[in-house]
T-cell receptor
């Protein structure tokens, strides 16, 4: 039972390089999210998707792009990496829930990205 | 304004004692869900407990309970009989109906250390 899987787990980039982080979930969740975690700041939402083919900006979207071509996959791209993007990135997925019963989000194991 | 506030950056507790981790929230939506996640040093995000705004009773899950005080807008996590394995970062988070993605909004976390 894989749940949410992120690839890669670690990466070091040089300033200006590009890369794509892959998130895959096998729980048939409609909603998927990308967060970044920085010391003392909790997790902040970068982009999200409420269904296949749809994406939207979160709290800190600058410098990132996303795509959701298939329901089970959510890709996060960095076109030109900057040292400020050094962080731990988490993907999460969930059902929408209802106004009576909100559902938890399931998280991947995280990707530690360092931009030098 | 912060939606989720965790005022204790660090907490210490003696093994086998109970500990309360504070969380206050801010929302104008009558429907919302409150969640606690645990992040051990290995980095993964582990869902612990959930409380819905319409729930009549406080949530409990094993040694975890949620002290939900709606009028005070607080949702404190209580861990009974602390164990060494409880040492971790703990995040309080909220989902509410106002955002289309119903994303989780996180607090900055509390680092709990259980002393032998």
């Amino acid at each position: 039972n894989a749940g949410v899987t992120q690839t890669p787990k670690f990466r070091v980039l040089k300033t200006g390089q590009s890369m794509t982080l892959l998130c895959a979930q096998d729980m048939n969740h409609e909603y998927m999210y990308w967060y970044r975690q920085d010391p003392g700041m909790g997790l902040r939402l970068i982009h999200y998707s409420v269904g296949e083919g749809t994406t939207a900006k979160g709290e800190v979207p600058d410098g990132y792009n996303v795509s959701r071509l298939k329901k089970q996959n959510f890709l996060l791209g960095l076109e030109s990496a900057a040292p400020s993007q050094t962080s731990v990135y988490f993907c999460a997925s969930s059902y929408p829930g209802t106004r009576v019963r909100w559902t938890e989000a399931f998280f991947g194991q995280g990707t530690r990205l360092t931009v030098v | 304004a912060q939606k989720i506030t965790q005022t204790q950056p660090g907490m210490f507790v003696q093994e086998k004692e109970a500990v309360t981790l504070d969380c206050t929230y801010d929302t104008s939506d009558p429907s919302y869900g409150l969640f606690w996640y645990k992040q051990p040093s290995s980095g993964e995000m582990i869902f612990l407990i959930y409380q819905g705004s319409y729930d009549q009773q406080n949530a409990t899950e094993g040694r975890y309970s949620l002290n939900f005080q709606k009028a005070r807008k607080s949702a404190n996590l209580v861990i009974s009989a602390s164990q060494l394995g409880d040492s971790a970062m703990y995040f309080c988070a909220m989902r509410e109906g106002t955002g289309s993605a119903r994303q989780l909004t996180f607090g900055s976390g509390t680092q709990l250390t259980v002393l032998p």
